[in-house]
């Protein structure tokens, strides 16, 4: 079953579409309903729920009067509503971060380029509690053993009938920085060559022997969708994210993540790598 989140962005690509087909542009329709132009941007881009009496009005504004498909928009609405399973963690998921979540859990692929952590979809329980400790909000141990339980159950995505193909790029320093000591980091490793080996995952390593790259400040993860015209650029801050939907962003970091390809590692190469780094390169620490 789709996630909130993918459905609210189908009926907001549908909702473009029938705009467009009108003509009108966004800031006209958003004047002719007495919206503002941001909410007609946030409703197309699938980052805001739904009322019903606001896609009626948005329908009745671009003509559409069939019964039958008016029934199945507001089908949709409705089910774009609920709430998805990562609800249930409150104040262990920031609200800027539910949106990526619940693309990650519908989508068909995932590109992401990282400088500094393993991406969170590819953490082990103890690499994700030695980041969470060191937060400046300072959580407490229960809130994070919240987080750390709401971070590895998004690796159910895995499990899925039809999992995401999965294609990771991490700078060498993800992998030498010792987050939570030798011990933790020995088993991250381990657990992205496991996941490497069982599932849809490549994994590239980028040396420091490449150099000057593609992306050198700025980490970032592309999501495809099987069902949902458009793919989407995900780019975290400390305390907010971007989401890009233009065709020209989505072109740019393509084409980034096609460079830092070449200059990293092939994926068996990576594995290798990695293979030789957690059997010495962590020392005998614990």
Request: glycine share 6%; no cysteine.
């Amino acid at each position: 079953m789709d996630s909130p989140t993918v459905l609210r962005r189908r009926l907001g690509s549908e909702l473009r579409r029938l705009r467009e087909r009108t003509g009108l542009q966004a800031k006209a329709a958003a004047d002719t309903l007495r919206f503002s132009a941001t909410k007609i941007s946030r409703i197309e881009s699938g980052q805001t729920t739904l009322k019903e009496s606001d896609v009626r009005a948005l329908l009745e504004l671009y003509g559409v009067t069939d019964e039958a498909e008016l029934r199945q928009f507001i089908s949709l609405t409705r089910r774009s509503t609920q709430r998805g399973w990562w609800h249930d963690y409150g104040d262990a998921l920031p609200d800027w971060f539910q949106t990526y979540v619940g693309m990650e859990s519908d989508a068909a692929r995932i590109r992401a380029y990282e400088i500094e952590l393993v991406p969170g979809l590819l953490q082990t329980a103890d690499y994700a509690r030695a980041i969470f400790r060191i937060s400046p909000s300072a959580p407490s141990a229960d809130e994070i053993e919240r987080r750390v339980k709401l971070r590895i159950q998004r690796q159910e995505i895995f499990h899925r009938a039809d999992p995401p193909s999965v294609r990771t790029i991490l700078n060498e320093a993800v992998l030498r920085r010792p987050i939570g000591g030798p011990h933790v980091m020995r088993d991250q490793v381990l657990h992205l060559i496991e996941l490497a080996e069982k599932y849809d995952v490549a994994i590239q390593v980028l040396p420091f022997t490449a150099g000057t790259h593609a992306s050198m400040s700025m980490a970032f993860h592309i999501l495809s969708f099987a069902d949902v015209p458009g793919d989407v650029v995900y780019v975290e801050a400390l305390t907010s994210s971007l989401y890009m939907e233009r065709e020209s962003d989505i072109a740019h970091h393509e084409l980034v993540f096609a460079r830092l390809s070449e200059s990293a590692m092939s994926p068996q190469d990576s594995l290798s790598w990695m293979q030789n780094l957690a059997t010495e390169g962590y020392g005998r620490g614990n």
